[in-house]
Structure formats: structure tokens, C-alpha cells
């Protein structure tokens, strides 16, 4: 069942307000950014908001930031390295981030060979 990530209305706030006060320029960055964002996750893989796909043998590895508890959610951003480039979840900016993250974890307990699960947790403070 494949998972798509919808951009909650933050990003569209911070796109809009970024216009006028940086003359289109921080608007422009961000929405480069969001081409590194997942767009859709599902048994054949990854894609991105460009429309790359990456098959889930090349995750190289996967890299979690939470915060402390009683801080918020608890996982802030999920950075994801491929064989060639890299692509991030940001469960602030998404609707569905804990669905979008749940589908991340659960493709790779199943797809991912156990030699290249290699995460690493960091706590933001």
C-alpha cells in the first residue's frame, strides 16, 4: 500500500511570507528544497518530489533526529542516503509525517538486506 506525502499548510504559510520579504529568492530555495523531500513511499521503493524513484536496495543508510521527551513528535527529520544522492522526511511539514515515517520503517525492516541497516539516532535539544 503505498503511502503519499501531502504538505500541510505550513509550507504553503512559509512560501507565501517568504516572497515579498526575501524578493522571491527564499521562495525559490524552498521550493528547490522540497525536491528532496519523499513524495510517495511503497513496496517498489522511493520517489521524490523531482519524480526520482529509488528502489529500496539503494538506501544506504538512514539517519533519525528526535526530539526530547515531551518536546513535540518525537521524530523530527528522517535523513535518507542512497547509492547516488540523498532525500529527507520532514513529519512537521507533511499531514500524514507519522504514516510517511511508519511506511519509511516498515519498508526497510522487509526490503532492505540486513547489512545495510545502519541507523543512527540523534536527540535534538
Known amino acids: ?15 507565501i511570507a517568504l516572497l515579498p520579504l526575501t524578493f522571491g529568492i527564499g521562495s525559490f530555495l524552498l521550493w528547490l528544497r522540497r525536491r ?16 526520482q524513484s529509488q528502489p529500496w536496495n539503494k538506501v544506504r543508510n538512514f539517519h533519525f533526529r528526535k526530539r526530547l521527551e515531551g518536546a513535540g513528535p518525537r521524530i523530527t527529520r528522517v535523513e535518507i542516503q542512497f547509492e547516488i544522492g540523498s532525500a529527507f522526511i520532514a513529519p512537521d511539514w507533511l499531514q ?9 520503517r516498515a519498508g526497510v525492516r522487509v526490503r532492505v538486506p540486513a547489512r545495510r541497516k545502519r541507523s ?3 536527540e535534538r535539544r
Open 96 to 104: 500524514n509525517g507519522d504514516e510517511v515515517v511508519e511506511a519509511f
Open 1 to 15: 500500500m503505498p503511502i503519499i506525502a501531502r504538505l500541510n499548510g505550513r509550507f504553503l504559510l512559509w512560501f
Open 120 to 122: 543512527i539516532y540523534a
Open 36 to 51: 528532496f523531500l519523499v513524495y510517495r513511499v511503497d513496496d517498489a521503493g522511493i520517489t521524490l518530489w523531482s519524480g
